[in-house]
T-cell receptor, first 111, second 115 residues
């Protein structure tokens, strides 16, 4: 069974304090790994797709990396507006490639 | 603006009263999906559609129906809602090119309360 585990569940940072969120996965064959940002009461917003180990993507203060077992979302010098829940999802080979979502990491950045 | 539109945004209904939540996308996406999100359980897929007239069950399909008669629309139907279907619902769409998965565009959500 495909599994996606995100850690930590919650993270509090001071503004400017860089950190990383983790997404570890167990799938039969990875087709793609996705990162989303979700603000309270709103739909998730797509951030990145990573397709193969070694791939990296960047957007403003966010950088996503991928290995064969996990992905990291690095947040450099975060600002209060980066506060949100970050979701990871994995699409595996076989069948319809329905993505499996992790439960998310709730990030709060204090000014 | 490229978007997925869900209606209504909020809905309170009584047990057993049939309801439909509409979803429409303007990006010509082949793939559409419905999720529910509950505290502690995360996002769980209800149904998905690979294209017009092609639908299949997700992880939690019981008590729900869908149809895909047009490419842009993917309504979610609750024939006889029950209190355990109280949840936050999201519609999502994406491109579908062979077996290459693309990121979803999500709607703004429908908060459903069944009393």
């Amino acid at each position: 069974e495909d599994q996606v585990t995100q850690s930590p569940e919650a993270l509090r940072l001071q503004e400017g304090e860089s950190s990383s969120l983790n997404c570890s996965y167990t799938v039969s064959g990875l087709r793609g790994l996705f990162w989303y940002r979700q603000d309270p009461g709103k739909g998730p917003e797509f951030l990145f797709t990573l397709y193969s180990a070694g791939e990296e993507k960047e957007k403003e203060r966010l950088k996503a990396t991928l290995t064969k077992k996990e992905s990291f979302l690095h947040i450099t010098a975060p600002k209060p507006e980066d506060s949100a829940t970050y979701l990871c999802a994995v699409s595996a080979s076989g069948g319809s490639y329905i993505p499996t979502f992790g439960r998310g990491t709730s990030l709060i950045v204090h000014p | 603006e490229a978007q997925v539109t869900q209606n209504p945004r909020y809905l309170i209904t009584v047990t057993g009263k049939k309801l439909t939540v509409t979803c429409s996308q303007n990006m010509n996406h082949e793939y559409m999906s419905w999720y529910r999100q509950d505290p502690g359980l995360g996002l769980r897929q209800i149904y998905y559609s690979m294209n017009v007239e092609v639908t299949d069950k997700g992880d939690v399909p019981e008590g729900y129906k869908v149809s895909r008669k047009e490419k842009r629309n993917f309504p979610l139907i609750l024939e006889s809602p029950s209190p355990n279907q109280t949840s936050l619902y999201f519609c999502a769409s994406s491109l579908s090119e062979g077996y290459i998965p693309y990121g979803y565009t999500f709607g703004s959500g429908t908060r459903l309360t069944v009393v």
